[in-house]
C-alpha cells in the first residue's frame, strides 16, 4: 500500500494540474464476450407477510453504519490502479487511488479552508464530469449535506432551491459561473465559491479546485452518524412544488446494498471485474447519482460519462472505449436502436442495458436487438422503479428473468415491502388488480426539508410511501407501472411539475386561470401543454406564453406541447384540476 501512494502522490500534481484540460484519451481495457448467458430464471416468489402486504422474495440486507464514502470507497485498495471515471469528451481520467486522495483532500479543504462547519450546505451546479465524484465525497467525508441542481436551470430556480435548503457554497465550471455568481448573491453567510478547472479570484470570494487540493490542507474532520442527511436532492414528490428530500448515510448505503443483492444480480454483480460503463443520465439526480456512480464505483468499475450528450461525441465513446453496460433511458434507447449513425460495429461490446426513469417496451428492445444482429440471451436488459424518495430504487429485474416479463419494472429489491391499494375505498388489492403502489424499506427518506406537512402527505405514520403511481403485481410478483396518479410530467426523463408553470403563467396580468399537463409524444414521453383562461376583455397570444415560460424556466420545462386558450379550467368538486380530462383534449387539439 505505501509504494502505491507514493506512486500515487508522485502523479497527483502532474494530474491536477490538467484537472480541467484535455489530456491524451484514455483507452479502455477491452472486456473479453463473455459466452451465452444462462437462462435459469431467478424469478421467486415473494413472501406474503400479512393480507396482500408483500415483502421481497430476495430477503433481507444487512443494515451497518457505514457512511456513503467510506462504502463506495471501503474496497478501492483491490482496484486502485485501474481508472474509476472518465470524461468521454475529453479523456480526463483518475483512477481509484487517485480519485480516493482527492476525495479526501477536497474534505479537509472544505473544513480547513471555506470553514465548512458539519450539517451547512453545500451547491453542486455541475454536468456528468469526473469532479462531480470529488466534490460530492468531498463534502459528504466533510460532514456537509449536499444538495445538487440542474446546470440547465434559470438563475431563479436555483436561487429557489439553493435558498430553500440554506446554501453556503457553491461549486461549479466556467460555463455557469455567472449564474452561480447571481445565485451566490441572494445566499446568507456565503462562504465561497468552487470552481472546477478555473483559479482563485479572493476579490470574489473564488476558489480555484486545483488550488484547493494541491494545497493539501489540513483539518479535523467531524466523526459521523449513518443516520445524518447527507444529500438533499430537490423533487416534486406526487404533487405540487419541488421540495428538498432529506437521504441520510444510511438510506444511501442500504439501497446500494439492496441493487447489489448477489442471489438477484448474479453475473451481473461481480466487484473488481473490468466493466466499462457508459453513462448520460446525470449525476444531479439521484438515479444517475446512487443507481449509477455510486453503484459502479463501489463495484469498482470503469466509467465513461459526457458532460452534454451529442450523437457524435456518444458514438466516439462506444467505438473508443467499448463498453459493456449502458445505463439509459427510453428515449437515448430509441436513439441507439433508430438512429442511422449507429452502427452494429458500435454496439458489439455490449452485455448489459440498464433503463431508467420509464419503462421501456419489449418492441424497442427488439429493434436494437435487430440493429445489433443478437439475441435475448446477448444482451440482457435490466429495469428499474424508483422515486427520489426512495433513494431511488424500490423494483428491480433481476439479472435473469423471463422473457415475458419485458416491460415489467421488476421484482421487490431486498428488505423491501409493497401494498397495492384501492383507489376507490383504500382496501389492499391482489394480484392483477390496479392500485396505488405503496412501499417500505430503509431506503425511505426521512422526510421533506422543513416541511412537515408534505411529509405527512406522502409518508404515513406506519412508514408507507405513497407513491402516486398505479401498478399491479402479477402472479410471479413482477410489478408494473400502469399510470401515475400524480400530476408530474416527465419529458426524456427528466421531471417537470405542472404547479411550477402555472405559477410563472399566472405572472401575465391577462391570465385568469391556467392548468398545464403533459401529453403524448414519441421522442420525449410527454411534452408541456398550457391551457389558459384569459381576463375579461384581455388579449394574450401563444406565442406570448410561450416566450413567458421559456424566459424564467429551463428547456424542458418550455410548452413544446402547444398553448390553448379556454373558457373555463375544468375543475372537480374540490376545485381540484381535472388533469386527465385535459390531457384528453390536449391530445384532439394541434399546436
Keep these: 500500500m505505501a509504494s502505491h501512494l507514493k506512486a500515487v502522490r508522485g502523479n497527483f500534481a502532474r494530474q ?33 407477510s400479512d393480507s396482500k402486504c408483500l415483502s421481497s422474495p430476495w430477503g433481507e440486507i444487512q443494515i451497518g453504519k457505514e457512511t456513503l464514502t467510506d462504502h463506495v470507497f471501503g474496497e478501492v485498495e483491490s482496484w486502485a490502479d485501474k481508472p474509476s471515471v472518465t470524461c468521454g469528451s475529453s479523456g480526463r481520467s483518475y483512477d481509484y487511488g487517485m480519485m480516493r486522495m482527492m476525495v479526501e483532500r477536497c474534505a479537509n479543504a472544505l473544513v480547513g479552508h471555506l470553514k465548512m462547519k458539519p450539517g451547512e450546505k453545500i451547491g453542486l451546479i455541475l454536468p456528468n464530469i469526473p469532479e462531480f465524484v470529488v466534490l460530492i465525497h468531498g463534502a459528504m ?84 452518524n449513518c443516520d445524518d442527511v447527507c444529500l438533499i436532492p430537490y423533487s416534486s414528490g406526487t404533487t405540487g412544488m419541488p421540495k428538498g428530500v432529506m437521504l441520510t448515510h444510511k438510506n444511501l448505503v442500504c439501497n446500494l446494498k439492496q441493487v447489489k443483492c448477489p442471489e438477484m444480480m448474479k453475473d451481473g454483480v461481480v466487484k473488481g471485474k ?56 427510453p428515449s437515448l434507447l430509441a436513439f441507439l436502436a433508430t438512429h442511422p449513425l449507429v452502427k452494429k460495429s458500435h454496439l458489439q461490446s455490449i452485455k448489459i442495458i440498464m433503463v431508467g426513469a420509464a419503462p421501456t417496451t419489449d418492441a424497442m428492445m427488439e429493434k436494437f436487438l435487430l440493429k445489433c444482429e443478437k439475441t435475448k440471451d446477448d444482451i440482457r436488459l435490466l429495469q428499474g422503479y424508483g422515486m427520489t424518495e426512495s433513494s431511488p430504487v424500490t423494483l428491480l429485474t433481476p439479472f435473469d428473468y423471463p422473457y415475458g416479463k419485458v416491460g415489467s419494472v421488476g421484482q421487490l429489491v431486498p428488505s423491501t415491502q409493497a401494498k397495492i391499494v384501492s383507489l376507490t375505498d383504500g382496501e389492499m388489492l391482489g394480484s392483477h388488480k390496479s392500485g396505488e403502489l405503496w412501499l417500505k424499506g430503509p431506503q425511505v427518506m426521512k422526510g421533506y426539508w422543513n416541511n412537515e406537512a408534505a411529509t405527512k402527505e406522502t409518508v404515513d405514520s406506519d412508514g408507507w410511501l405513497h407513491t402516486g403511481d398505479v401498478a399491479y403485481y402479477d402472479e410471479d410478483y413482477y410489478f408494473y407501472i400502469v399510470d401515475r396518479t400524480k400530476e408530474l410530467i416527465k419529458v426524456k426523463g427528466n421531471q417537470v411539475s405542472p404547479t411550477e408553470v402555472e405559477n410563472v403563467i399566472l405572472e401575465r396580468p391577462e391570465v385568469a386561470d391556467v392548468a398545464v399537463v ?61 388533469r386527465n380530462e385535459l390531457k384528453v383534449l390536449g391530445g384532439k387539439s394541434k399546436h
Design 518 to 578: 403533459g401529453i403524448p409524444d414519441p421522442l420525449a414521453g410527454e411534452l408541456p401543454k398550457a391551457f389558459v383562461v384569459l381576463k375579461s376583455n384581455h388579449k394574450l397570444t401563444e406565442k406570448e406564453v410561450y416566450d413567458t415560460v421559456a424566459q424564467k424556466l429551463t428547456k424542458y420545462k418550455h410548452l413544446e406541447g402547444g398553448v390553448v386558450f379556454m373558457d373555463a379550467i375544468p375543475r372537480n368538486a374540490a376545485g381540484k384540476i381535472m
Design 274 to 329: 473490468d466493466e466499462v460503463v457508459l453513462t448520460v443520465p446525470p449525476f444531479f439526480h439521484i438515479y444517475g447519482f446512487n443507481g449509477i456512480l455510486n453503484y459502479n464505483l463501489s463495484l469498482g468499475y470503469h466509467i465513461v460519462t459526457m458532460p452534454k450528450f451529442t450523437p457524435d461525441d456518444y458514438i466516439k465513446c462506444l467505438v473508443e472505449h467499448e463498453p459493456t453496460t449502458l445505463f439509459v433511458v
Design 16 to 48: 491536477i494540474l490538467n484537472c480541467a484540460r484535455n489530456e491524451k484519451k484514455i483507452k479502455s481495457n477491452r472486456v473479453i464476450p463473455q459466452g451465452v448467458l444462462r437462462r435459469d430464471f431467478a424469478t421467486r416468489t415473494a413472501t406474503v
Design 141 to 224: 467525508k466533510a460532514g456537509l449535506v449536499v444538495t445538487f441542481a440542474n446546470p440547465l436551470y434559470t438563475a431563479v430556480e436555483i436561487q429557489r432551491q439553493f435558498n430553500d435548503c440554506g446554501v453556503k457554497a457553491i461549486a461549479t465550471i466556467e460555463m455557469f459561473m455567472p449564474v452561480a455568481q447571481e445565485v451566490s448573491k441572494s445566499l446568507k453567510d456565503y462562504k465561497g465559491t468552487i470552481w472546477v478547472g478555473g483559479e482563485d479570484d479572493k476579490a470574489k470570494g473564488i476558489h480555484g479546485l486545483r488550488s484547493l487540493l494541491m494545497a493539501d490542507h489540513k483539518a479535523d474532520l467531524p466523526t459521523l
